[in-house]
């Protein structure tokens, strides 16, 4: 999964219908070009590809009043809607990708009704749970074996899951105790 195509139907849709220099403008604002691949000239591409695709509408705006070109707004379609709600609970569910899905994903965790967070998030754990297992299985030395420094590739691993979730736990957590406003619960999303 990409992150740049969750953060781009992610901040048109928080804008509802909007040109690219926006939807750049929130990336940078995010800091999303440090942590992830949204630099413009994959933002831009993202958003004619997805407009292609039929996930996004371009629409044509008047030039500006400073004489520069039109400027075309994009906005979602029901497509692109299902698409972004199906990227987003993919980033906090899965394990193994990358952490600027995952942090993309956080990032539009409260356009989720509560409850269904939390049950990602919890899908996130127990997926976790067997991650960090499967390592005990599979890079743990048996008694008197000796893998030198590549037993250190297991140490890494387990200390990453365990990292992992310790945080989705915490978040959870903050959740249920009612952090933050989610979708349908009367405030912006």
């Known amino acids: 999964?990409?992150?740049?195509r969750l953060l781009v139907?992610?901040?048109?849709?928080?804008?509802?219908?909007?040109?690219?220099?926006q939807v750049r403008g929130d990336?940078?604002?995010?800091?999303?070009?440090?942590?992830?691949?949204?630099?413009p000239g994959s933002i831009y591409h993202a958003l004619k590809a997805m407009a292609k695709q039929g996930l996004l509408v371009a629409h044509d705006t008047a030039p500006s009043e400073a004489?520069?070109?039109?400027?075309?707004?994009?906005e979602l379609t029901e497509a692109g809607e299902a698409e972004y709600f199906t990227l987003l609970?993919?980033?906090l569910v899965a394990h193994d990708q990358k952490t600027d899905v995952l942090?993309?994903?956080?990032?539009?965790l409260v356009d989720l009704p509560?409850?269904?967070?939390?049950?990602l998030l919890r899908q996130r754990v127990a997926a976790l749970e067997e991650w960090r297992a499967d390592i005990d299985r599979r890079w743990t030395p048996a008694e008197g074996e000796d893998w030198g420094?590549?037993?250190?590739?297991?140490?890494?691993?387990?200390?990453?899951?365990?990292?992992?979730?310790?945080?989705?736990r915490g978040l959870i957590a903050r959740l249920e105790a009612g952090a933050y406003v989610m979708a349908g619960e009367g405030g912006p999303s």
């Open 114 to 119: 509560r409850a269904e967070a939390i049950a």
């Open 1 to 4: 999964m990409s992150a740049i």
């Open 27 to 39: 990336l940078e604002m995010w800091g999303a070009q440090e942590w992830s691949s949204a630099q």
């Open 9 to 21: 139907l992610g901040a048109v849709r928080q804008h509802g219908r909007a040109h690219g220099y």
């Open 149 to 168: 420094h590549i037993a250190e590739i297991g140490t890494l691993w387990r200390a990453l899951a365990e990292a992992r979730e310790t945080w989705a």
């Open 89 to 91: 609970r993919a980033s």
């Open 67 to 74: 004489g520069g070109p039109p400027r075309t707004e994009y």
């Open 103 to 108: 942090t993309a994903g956080v990032g539009f």
